[in-house]
């Protein structure tokens, strides 16, 4: 059974900084490519960030470059989304997803899913 389970969500004021981790199992964890991303209540679910399956290669949205870090750890099956900088257009659910395609940015694209972690960031 594939479980992808988000953690480090939280309140935070803008210009702070959290750190989500999503923990997974069932999956062929290294050689897949892993993404985040966030929905905002009223909005459509956006890409935030994703790293191929060595980590070799990450690709941020443009909104989040320079503030959001994605990482990976093959050894724990486990992928991470530093976040610094927050703003408040940053609030949102976070999920971390699983795609094949090394390239892949659209939901759509991605077949295994999380529940989500939510991030409120407060001006």
């Known amino acids: 059974q594939v479980q992808l389970v988000e953690s480090g969500g939280g309140l935070v004021q803008a210009g702070g900084s959290l750190r989500l981790s999503c923990a997974t199992s069932g999956l062929a964890f290294s050689s897949r490519t892993m993404g985040w991303f966030r929905q905002a209540p009223g909005k459509e679910r956006e890409f935030v960030a994703s790293?191929?399956?060595?980590?070799?290669?990450?690709f941020n949205a443009d909104s989040v470059n320079g503030r959001f870090t994605i990482s990976r750890d093959n050894a724990k099956n486990t992928v991470y989304l530093q976040m610094n900088s927050l703003k408040a257009e940053d609030t949102g659910v976070y999920h971390c997803?699983?795609?094949?395609?090394?390239?892949?940015?659209?939901?759509?694209?991605?077949?295994?899913w999380g529940q989500g972690t939510q991030v409120t960031v407060s001006s």
């Open positions: 997803a699983a795609a094949r395609d090394a390239w892949a940015k659209r939901p759509e694209q991605y077949d295994a």
């Open positions: 790293v191929t399956w060595s980590g070799g290669a990450t």
